[in-house]
């Protein structure tokens, strides 16, 4: 059973900088992406940036340059540095784990962590 926490937001002036974490409770193997998604108040919730198990990323046009998500395998735990970040980026983060079997596939989501840009 996977379970994924969260760790890293909090309140930052814009400009500044925050890194969020999101570790997985136990080894992933096989076939999988892990994403990192956002929702602010009065938004539906948007993808932000995803990693793939072979290492491919993608990210969101409104935060290309500024964002970047990486991973580590050892610690079975995702990351997604953020930079330059604007008042627009306030939302919850959440992460997402899909792992893809044979003729399945299953999402799994962390309970989110908070972002909050301003002055």
């Known amino acids: 059973q996977v379970q994924l926490v969260e760790s890293g937001g909090g309140l930052v002036q814009p400009g500044g900088s925050l890194r969020l974490s999101c570790a997985a409770s136990?080894?992933?193997?096989?076939?999988?992406?892990m994403a990192w998604y956002r929702q602010a108040p009065g938004k539906q919730r948007e993808l932000v940036a995803g990693?793939?198990?072979?290492?491919?990323?993608n990210y969101a046009d409104s935060v290309k340059g500024r964002f970047t998500i990486s991973k580590d395998n050892a610690k079975s735990t995702v990351y997604l540095q953020m930079n330059s970040l604007k008042p627009e980026d306030t939302a919850v983060y959440y992460c997402?784990?899909?792992?893809?079997?044979?003729?399945?596939?299953?999402?799994?989501w962390g309970q989110g962590t908070q972002v909050t840009v301003s002055s």
């Open positions: 990693i793939t198990s072979s290492g491919f990323t």
């Open positions: 136990g080894t992933i193997f096989g076939l999988y992406t």
């Open positions: 997402k784990l899909t792992r893809m079997l044979v003729a399945a596939v299953y999402d799994y």
